[in-house]
């Protein structure tokens, strides 16, 4: 059958096309149910409507095309929880554990020793050097596959020491929402982390559904070899790039290639990632989320040693960016809370 | 009108059904057109066919997820032409007179003077170290913003020598019509290139239907900076990424964070990115331009200084990798061609 065939009845035609059209229509409740249920009513919720709304909205001076509708996410503090250190800090010390079998030294070598003992404190006394000499040990050496399998193994059984729950699970429920709300209106999400990048990347997709090329990240270099005629990428102990701080737009550009219009961090690192985002034409929306919940995730800003936001909450106030206050925005926090 | 309505009448909500299966049957004709009209009938056409058949039948043990389905591409002579010289090349000479008024020492002073001259072999008699200087005084020192305009005025106007055409008129029919049919069923295509990242980047949406995040190039360093409180990037004259040969599964894992299963090129600096591609698991496609049409366009390949393809043309033989004859495979080489 064709809709423009002659000998097509003109009641039949235009019975189908009626009828087509209702058909697509119900497909759309007209009280479609709230996006963002873990958000509570509120100025940042508000702004995150307000801002979808316009730059979707056809005919708009405001609207933005598809292609253009890059969001860019924090992850460690924005996405998921990183107290009392980062996460990939515990996959650092439990690597450490893992691999000290086939390096004896490790027993009397600082820091090794102090991690085989169960001293973190004492470990990462060694300062900036002791920290890389551990991310070395821990992340180098290895092909990218092999790597991947330790990360995924990791992943798969580890636990918080707080919480008790797998790492996977810490992640915020309203982070989420907002993740697949702005995919539902045709952006295209990326994270913007200075966490390792192929830390990240294993479970990005099934966590967050974030692609792995739409991870960014640090990294160190890597170097492709034909090991037996089998290609390999082998990692080199060398840092490739840090993607903090002023690093955070040259990752973006790097890897995006034009200028996000929404950005969410959490910290002073992701401030340069805010500032380059809003410094673009057209609406913006640039997002901390503020961490103000003791009892149900941790209170931390401008003191902590982790995830510090001092010149952030400044500059957000300064120039109206959204604050997300999670104790009074948000009514849950991780997915694993009685309702 | 809902279609679950008690009180819709049953035969109106079948007339709505039937309507509603036969227009959307009549959007997928039982004959379709030819996906790739400027390929020739022959084994590459069929390779590539034959390829897509098995990644996108559900069941079979040979299905890719789309997620999964990375298609990557080079760019100079596999998407568009790269004689007398790389496009790029062009644009840098050009670069060099547009800026000469602003560097009078350049008419003195060499690799420069000889540009200015018109005289590239003289230009370039100083071997790297000179092509270095020309490419830094082109492409760094500006933001990221100029550049792009840089690069968007000199495309928008810059002929071909030999051709007259626009630069982005000599890409390759065939290979656009394979970029739109991968796309058509599921696969994301990118770009890695040896040219410079920002160089493609402003029009590899518009010519290949490519978005900038899935350009991968060669690069150099670029810089965050606060200028009158306006966040710019700097473009520094350091060498940060060179995506050429060894470098290029490197630069697909740093962008892409997964292996192709499908990898176009036309030169020995594709042959790491074909080999990285092969060795994964399942149907892949690895496949070779070779230029062979002097007439519409070049012949060159063993020894050839741009372009040579003589190690992946002995790999392409001993592995049985799709090799495309340009004078026998191809019925139009150019858009440009009369039909």
């Avoid at 709304?53 to 929880?81: C, H, M, Q, Y």
């Avoid at 295209?188 to 739409?214: A, D, L």
């Avoid at 952030?312 to 997915?335: I, P, Y």
């Amino acid at each position: 059958m064709e809709l423009t065939s002659n000998k097509q009845p003109r009641s039949a035609l235009l019975a189908c096309l009626l009828a087509a059209l209702a058909c697509a229509a119900s497909s759309t409740p007209v009280h479609a149910a709230d996006p963002l249920p873990s958000w509570n009513e509120g100025a940042a919720k508000k702004s995150i409507f307000q801002f979808v709304a316009k730059v979707t909205k056809k005919g708009s001076p405001d609207f933005v095309l598809p292609a253009e509708r890059i969001a860019v996410f924090d992850n460690d503090g924005t996405l998921w929880a990183e107290q009392p250190m980062y996460f990939q800090a515990f996959f650092v010390f439990d690597r450490v554990k893992a691999l000290a079998p086939q390096h004896p030294e490790w027993t009397t070598e600082e820091p090794f020793a102090s991690v085989l003992k169960g001293d973190v404190k004492a470990a990462l006394a060694g300062g900036e050097r002791a920290l890389g000499q551990l991310v070395m040990a821990t992340h180098a050496g290895t092909t990218t596959e092999e790597f991947e399998k330790s990360v995924n193994d990791w992943i798969a059984t580890a636990k918080h020491p707080k919480t008790g729950r797998r790492f996977t699970e810490m992640v915020y429920s309203p982070m989420l929402e907002l993740l697949a709300y702005l995919r539902a209106n045709g952006f295209k999400t990326f994270i913007v982390s200075g966490g390792g990048i192929e830390f990240m990347r294993p479970c990005s997709e099934s966590v967050y559904g974030v692609p792995p090329e739409q991870v960014i990240g640090s990294s160190i270099k890597t170097k492709f070899e034909l090991r037996d005629g089998k290609p390999v990428l082998v990692r080199l102990p060398e840092i490739n790039f840090v993607d903090d701080g002023p690093g955070k737009p040259v990752g973006i550009q790097m890897h995006i290639g034009r200028r996000p219009i929404a950005a969410f961090g959490n910290s002073d690192g992701d401030l340069q990632m805010l500032q380059w985002t809003a410094a673009g034409p057209g609406p913006r929306l640039c997002l901390f989320v503020h961490h103000t919940d003791a009892e149900r995730e941790w209170a931390y800003d401008r003191t902590s040693g982790i995830g510090r936001l001092d010149r952030g909450l400044d500059e957000a106030q300064a120039r109206g960016w959204t604050v997300v206050d999670m104790k009074t925005d948000w009514n849950r926090v991780f997915g694993y809370e009685k309702q």
